[in-house]
Every structure is written in C-alpha cells, then in structure tokens.
C-alpha cells in the first residue's frame, strides 16, 4: 500500500486529508512542520507528499513550502510532490514546477481533482521505480559480463545471453550443474565459462567424454583400477575423479553413462567415496561435478535407461542451450569470428546462413566457414563458397522430417529399439535423396499415439517433430493423450 505524507500547519487541514486518503485506500501520515516532514520522508517509504507553502502564522511568501520542497528534491529526486496553498503565486509555481513539482493546487481543494492527480503520479512512480531498477540490474548484468571469463565465446541472441547470465550467476557456488542440448550447440564451452567464473578456476578441470570412451573401460577412466584388475592392467592408474579432486570434473554426453557406472557415480556424489577397479579400499574426493546431454534424459528415466535419483543429483541447475537455428541472432557473429577479418560475407550468403537448418549447429557453421575461406576465390564470401545449395534449408529438413513420420508410424508398437533406429536412420537417408513432402495426417499421429502409450516425447520423436510441432497438430486435428 502506497503511504502518502501530508505537511500542514493546519490540523484541520491534515485531518481532512488523511481522512479523504484513507477512504480510497491509501496509507495516509500527517505532519505540521517541514522538519517533521524531513525526518518522516528519511525514516520511512513514502510514495508521495502533499505539502503546504506556508508553516508561520501570518506567513505568505510561500518561502517555507519552497525550502522544504528543495530539501525533499535533494534527499529522494524521484519522489512526487503536490504543492498546496491559500495563496497561489503564479511565479512561484512556475518556478518549482520547472524544479520538479508533481502539481500545483490552490486552497480549498478539488478531491476529484487531487485523487486523480494522485493515482496518475503514483502509477509514474512505480513504473520509474521498475525501471530504475531494471536499469541497475542491466547494468550489474553487464558490469559482471565485463569482469566475467567468457572463454571466447561469441554470441548475440538473447537466448544464449540468457544462458550465460544464468552460467555466470551459479558459477560461483559449489552445486552440480547439467547443460542440456543439440550436438555441437556449444555445452562445452558453457562448460568452459561455469569453471573459468568459480572459485575453482585455479583447480583442476577434468574433462571426459563418456560418450567416446568404450563401455568396457569406462569405470575405470573414471574411478581408476588397480593392477591386474582387467587384461591390459599392467599398473595401477588413477581415474578422472582422482585427478579431479579439488577441482571440477566435467562429464559430457552422460546418458551414455551405463548403469553400474551410474550407481558409483551417484555414491560419488552423494559421499564423496568410491573404489577403483580391483581395489577394496575406499577413497574419497571433493569434485565439483558438471555435466551435459544431448539426450531426453526425462524419457530415459521412463525406459529404465537412467537413474532418476542419479538425475536429480546432477542437474540441481539446468544450463538449456537452445538449438543454433532458434538462436538466429547468433548464426552471422558466430559466422564472421570463423572466417576472421580478412573475409566477410556478400548478401546472398548472409541469406544462405540464415536460412540454412543447421543440423550440426555451431559445429556444423565452424565447419562450412572454414571450407569457405579455403575454397574462396575473393575476400567476399558467395553463397557458392559455402556450399550450401546441396544441402537441406530449414523448410527442407521440415519436408524430409514428414516423410519419415509415414515410414516410422508403419512400424509396430513391438519393433526392437536396434530395428526401429535402422529404419528411421534409413528413412531419414531415403528422405535425403527424394525431398518429397509428407505431412502426417490424423490417422498417423493418433496411431504414432497408441504405438508409444501417449508418451508424447516419444511420439513427437518418432514423427521426426518438435514437441511443440506435434501439440499444434494433435490441437488442429482435435487430438488429445487418454490417460
């Protein structure tokens, strides 16, 4: 509630106020003197000031009123005040409302009048108040931006600003952080920027891939063995959560992580101990754990493929980064930094690059940029340098995507997973080559429905959709999940 300070020498007069505010549902204080008035606008929030310009008996100049209305300028600028007197003097008025004054009103009053005049001053108040600190925020964001390690990293669209705002702000605690995304969308370096703010940036930074480790070796790249714990053991060797202590260890594409695998890591992280291979001795570390998937780890939990309890462990802080063709603002920065000063890109690229679907995201645009510069013949890039004329635009991929819904909805509800990934792999390929368009009709998505129980991330990957796509169709086709 907005409290309002009226300043009168006039009891009868602040009575009438207060009384008037009250009513309409403002917290109202009075005061008769300007000395009051400045200890009570010190002491307290107050939204407004009503004030009187005369406080001495037999006192018309208004002098008083214009003094407190000084002092009040100095202590809060932004504070609103509403100047009343018997004795209106038009160069006085003038003066302060030049200074600032909110309004300017004769004695005896309008009440209509002055509520309005308050409703409108209050409601600019708070909206300078919000901006205000908007402002500040925006500047904190940006001072801390300038101050921040951001490992190189390129960008300029409010989505990865987003997401580094929120990697800089969980940077300096001590809590697991899971990055989720597309391959090649950049966790890696969101990685890069959570460790480089920490206050471990001086500690180790261990990095492991699990998806490129084989499964046979995996647990002992991560929790070491000792000699003669598996063919090939000729000696003892520590593993990456060893070399890690102190420090931060960095677990990319962990759903690969197997599920023996994921028991230890999870006592890990809960305790701290673990053994290596062959070894009964327990040890105990202190790691910072982060980690990063490409994967639906929500439907790998429904499968049994993934801890649920592990999960809730890893990702006490979520870093999303949203595929490169819906960070659009980031495609022509990211573009110029791969191809340095020395080129640059004529209109017709600049279209390609931004239409372009970018499958590989960064990864992918790092790649076609490089070929660029290799095969270009000027300093200005073509689309013919780029090489994308052969390759899918974001309205083709949609295209190709409707195809394989038909192919893949024809598969029983019992095909095993190593069939059923053949032939979507297969019917992605076909597409490739055919570009024909096949946008998936009713009938298709309520039996991609009943084949996956409902479970629509299941059918919105197997229709080769974003599940935002699928909920626009199933709401065109007055489609809904019976549970």
Not at 88 to 106: F, P, R, S
Request: charged share 20%; proline share 3%; hydrophobic share 40%.
């Amino acid at each position: 509630m907005d409290s309002i300070l009226v300043v009168d020498d006039n009891h009868a007069i602040c009575s009438a106020l207060t009384l008037m505010l009250d009513i309409h549902g403002y917290k109202s204080l009075s005061c008769e003197t300007p000395e009051q008035a400045l200890l009570i606008v010190a002491e307290q929030d107050i939204s407004l000031v009503i004030q009187d310009m005369n406080f001495t008996q037999d006192t018309t100049s208004g002098e008083e009123g214009r003094q407190l209305f000084y002092t009040l300028r100095e202590q809060q600028p932004n504070l609103p005040i509403i100047l009343m007197t018997a004795w209106t003097q038009l160069e006085t008025a003038v003066e302060l409302v030049k200074a600032g004054a909110a309004d300017y009103m004769g004695k005896p009053w309008d009440d209509a009048k002055l509520l309005n005049s308050i409703s409108n001053l209050l409601s600019i108040y708070h909206l300078s108040k919000q901006n205000n600190q908007l402002s500040r925020l925006d500047s904190e964001r940006m001072s801390a931006i300038k101050d921040a390690n951001l490992c190189g990293m390129v960008f300029g669209s409010g989505a990865m600003q987003r997401c580094i705002d929120l990697a800089l702000q969980v940077a300096r605690s001590d809590v697991s952080v899971m990055i989720t995304g597309p391959n090649g969308a950049g966790k890696d370096k969101i990685a890069d920027i959570v460790q480089a703010n920490s206050l471990l940036k001086s500690k180790p930074f261990i990095k492991v891939n699990i998806g490129a480790l084989p499964m046979d070796l995996l647990e002992a790249e991560l929790f070491g063995a000792e000699a003669g714990a598996f063919t090939g053991a000729n000696k003892a060797r520590i593993g990456r959560f060893e070399a890690a202590d102190g420090g931060t260890l960095f677990l990319d594409e962990i759903g690969n992580l197997p599920l023996s695998g994921q028991v230890k890591l999870l006592r890990v992280l809960q305790t701290g101990e673990f053994e290596r291979l062959g070894s009964h001795q327990t040890r105990k570390v202190n790691v910072r754990v982060i980690s990063a998937t490409n994967a639906d780890l929500a439907e790998d939990i429904a499968n049994g493929q993934f801890r649920e309890d592990l999960f809730y462990r890893l990702n006490v802080i979520e870093l999303p980064i949203a595929p490169l063709n819906q960070r659009i603002d980031d495609i022509l920065p990211l573009a110029s930094f791969f191809v340095g000063e020395t080129f640059s890109f004529d209109k017709q690229a600049q279209q390609a690059l931004l239409t372009h679907a970018w499958s590989g995201n960064v990864r992918e645009l790092e790649n076609v940029c490089k070929r660029a510069v290799l095969l270009a013949k000027s300093s200005q890039l073509s689309i013919a340098d780029l090489g994308l004329s052969q390759q899918h635009t974001l309205a083709e991929v949609d295209q190709n995507q409707h195809l394989a819904n038909s192919m893949r909805v024809d598969q029983s509800a019992d095909t095993a997973p190593e069939t059923s990934n053949a032939i979507s792999a297969n019917s992605v390929t076909n597409n490739t080559a055919t570009k024909t368009t096949v946008e998936p009709d009713k009938q298709q998505i309520e039996q991609a429905l009943t084949a996956h129980n409902g479970v629509i991330s299941r059918v919105a990957k197997a229709l080769g959709l974003s599940r935002q796509a699928l909920y626009r169709r199933m709401e065109k086709y007055g489609l809904s999940v019976n549970k």
